[in-house]
């Protein structure tokens, strides 16, 4: 089906391909704007069930459920890339879906994303794409210390594997699952930020300043915004994010992570077609969310502005943090000037599990950044 420009207005049904935190947070910012809202998600439980007025709960392969919830929308989204092909092209019969099946195709899959990136000349790592442990050990010979990762999922640290030398190749490719993987050179990191763009379906795009990022163990800890690049760098950071969403011809939203070499060279790292942990801090820093930007784009409404009104950080809260079914102390991080809670409504905690973030505000970056981090060091489980 061919996307509508007219666009859809409030009263009408989004239809999320996804119920995690991401789409409750986005379902949330759609109700207050007047759509209603359901949802696909296999988890029964799914973080957005309770802002819906309907989940389907089905398997990602389900193309049935998903042709279902798209002839009870006027346009459907998504939350989460990994859903099957054949799963996009059934809802795209029935509904406008953004971003179009094979854009999110291309990004889904590390190897793909990495290939076509190289492909269209965008500026990456050294990387080689491997179907065999013996070539996982080739790859590491010639690029020398590396970072192993599975072509499928494994987000948030998971799938992947460091390695030092081509001995440890095997077990490398075999601990990140034993199919199609992809081989990364170690790079000597100044910094990691991320651009956040947004594009409607008549062609209007909206870029978000760079947020500055820090990871543990391949999961995001805190991030930033302004992320205090310089002016070239955060003008070359925001010409290729939009460069990059523009070539896949995204509709809807596009976070492009970013790395700073030492050298100050440009490289990217990962691309994801939906709205994104680094920009958490949009729902208080930016004169537009990223989570309203994004039901305007889908509906083709006018993007929303993206200036940092104030600057602001955001700190993940995992599941570490809840000890023998305890919570974390809540009170006691809201009591730091400028901190709120946001919890994603997820009924089980484990560790590394993403139960929520802290965000606040400050006069500066570095201070927004100072109080959420002073927020989070008095998040301990109640002594009651």
Same mark, same amino acid.
């Not at 389907?56 to 459907?76: G, N, R």
């Not at 971003?99 to 076509?116: L, M, N, S, Y």
């Given at each position: 089906? &061919?996307? =509508?420009?007219?666009?859809?207005?409030?009263?009408?049904?989004?239809?999320?391909?996804?119920?995690?935190?991401?789409?409750?947070?986005?379902?949330?910012?759609?109700?207050? *704007?007047?759509? %209603?809202?359901?949802?696909?998600?296999?988890?029964? %439980?799914?973080?957005?069930?309770?802002?819906?007025?309907?989940?389907?709960?089905?398997? $990602? &392969?389900?193309? =049935?459920?998903?042709?279902?919830?798209?002839?009870?929308?006027?346009?459907?989204?998504?939350?989460?890339?990994?859903?099957?092909?054949?799963?996009?092209?059934?809802? #795209?019969?029935?509904?406008?879906?953004?971003?179009?099946?094979?854009?999110?195709?291309?990004?889904?899959?590390?190897?793909?994303?990495?290939? $076509?990136?190289?492909?269209?000349?965008?500026?990456? /790592?050294? !990387?080689?794409?491997? %179907?065999?442990?013996?070539?996982?050990?080739?790859?590491?010979?010639?690029?020398?210390?590396?970072?192993?990762?599975?072509?499928?999922?494994?987000?948030?640290?998971? @799938?992947? !594997?460091?390695?030092?030398?081509?001995?440890?190749?095997?077990? =490398?490719?075999? @601990?990140?699952?034993?199919?199609?993987?992809?081989?990364?050179?170690?790079? &000597?990191?100044?910094?990691?930020?991320?651009?956040?763009?947004?594009?409607?379906?008549?062609?209007?795009?909206?870029?978000?300043?760079?947020?500055?990022?820090?990871?543990?163990?391949?999961?995001?800890? $805190?991030? !930033?915004?302004?992320? /205090?690049?310089?002016?070239?760098? &955060?003008?070359?950071?925001?010409?290729?994010?939009?460069?990059?969403?523009?070539?896949?011809?995204?509709?809807?939203?596009?976070?492009?992570?970013?790395?700073?070499?030492?050298?100050?060279?440009?490289?990217?790292?990962?691309?994801?077609?939906?709205?994104?942990?680094?920009?958490?801090?949009?729902?208080?820093?930016? #004169?537009?969310?990223?989570?309203?930007?994004?039901?305007?784009?889908?509906?083709?409404?006018?993007?929303?502005?993206? #200036?940092?009104?104030?600057?602001?950080?955001?700190?993940?809260?995992?599941?570490?943090? $809840?000890?023998?079914?305890?919570?974390?102390?809540?009170?006691?991080? *809201?009591?730091?000037?400028?901190?709120?809670?946001?919890?994603?409504?997820?009924?089980?905690?484990?560790?590394?599990?993403?139960?929520?973030?802290?965000?606040?505000?400050?006069?500066?970056?570095?201070?927004?950044?100072?109080?959420?981090?002073?927020?989070?060091?008095?998040?301990?489980?109640?002594?009651?």
């Amino acid at each position: 089906m &061919s996307d =509508a420009l007219a666009p859809i207005l409030p009263g009408a049904t989004i239809g999320f391909l996804g119920g995690g935190q991401l789409g409750r947070m986005t379902a949330m910012a759609a109700r207050s *704007m007047g759509y %209603d809202v359901i949802v696909l998600d296999p988890d029964p %439980d799914c973080s957005a069930r309770p802002v819906a007025s309907r989940t389907f709960t089905a398997k $990602w &392969s389900d193309a =049935a459920a998903a042709a279902e919830l798209a002839k009870l929308a006027d346009v459907v989204t998504l939350e989460i890339e990994q859903i099957p092909l054949a799963t996009l092209h059934a809802v #795209a019969q029935h509904r406008p879906l953004h971003p179009r099946a094979d854009a999110v195709h291309i990004v889904q899959d590390r190897a793909r994303q990495k290939e $076509w990136l190289v492909r269209e000349g965008f500026p990456l /790592g050294a !990387v080689r794409t491997v %179907d065999t442990a013996e070539e996982c050990t080739a790859a590491i010979a010639l690029l020398g210390p590396s970072i192993v990762k599975s072509a499928h999922g494994g987000y948030d640290g998971r @799938g992947q !594997v460091r390695v030092t030398t081509a001995a440890e190749g095997a077990a =490398a490719f075999h @601990g990140v699952g034993g199919g199609r993987a992809v081989v990364e050179q170690f790079l &000597s990191i100044r910094e990691e930020l991320s651009v956040l763009v947004a594009r409607s379906a008549n062609g209007e795009v909206a870029v978000y300043p760079p947020s500055r990022n820090h990871h543990t163990d391949g999961v995001l800890t $805190w991030a !930033v915004i302004p992320a /205090g690049a310089t002016e070239t760098l &955060s003008r070359d950071a925001m010409a290729l994010a939009r460069a990059i969403t523009e070539r896949l011809d995204i509709v809807g939203l596009l976070a492009v992570e970013l790395f700073v070499l030492d050298d100050g060279t440009l490289l990217v790292n990962e691309l994801a077609p939906r709205p994104h942990n680094t920009y958490h801090h949009s729902e208080r820093s930016c #004169a537009t969310s990223q989570f309203e930007q994004l039901v305007r784009a889908v509906c083709g409404l006018p993007l929303g502005d993206t #200036a940092v009104a104030v600057p602001g950080a955001i700190h993940n809260v995992l599941g570490d943090l $809840w000890v023998d079914g305890a919570p974390p102390d809540f009170a006691a991080a *809201m009591r730091v000037r400028g901190v709120r809670v946001h919890l994603y409504g997820k009924p089980e905690s484990r560790p590394g599990r993403k139960m929520g973030h802290l965000s606040a505000v400050g006069a500066t970056a570095d201070e927004a950044l100072a109080r959420v981090r002073e927020a989070y060091a008095l998040l301990r489980p109640s002594a009651s």
